[in-house]
């Protein structure tokens, strides 16, 4: 790599990554744009199963964990516009 990376540089790399051809090539018109944003379009299978549902769990600690937060603001006092 390069020890010093323009913007451009940054640019043609991605525009690379995301369309698979080089910038040059894709505005000297040689592929239509509905071409190339087809090709980029990632179909999903649609037998994929959804992700499974996700259940919360107790937390085991929360009494000690209530005392822990009751002792750290049980000094605290409300002032108003302050």
Do not use: C
């Not at 649609?46 to 937060?69: C, E, F, G, I, Y």
């Amino acid at each position: 790599m390069p020890a010093t990376t323009t913007l451009a540089d940054l640019d043609e790399q991605h525009i690379l990554e995301q369309y698979g051809h080089p910038l040059a090539e894709l505005l000297s018109e040689r592929y239509r744009v509905q071409d190339v944003l087809k090709e980029r379009v990632r179909r999903t299978s649609r037998n994929t199963p959804p992700p499974p549902v996700r259940k919360p769990r107790p937390d085991p600690l929360a009494a000690q964990h209530r005392k822990v937060l009751a002792a750290a603001i049980a000094d605290w006092t409300y002032r108003p516009g302050t």
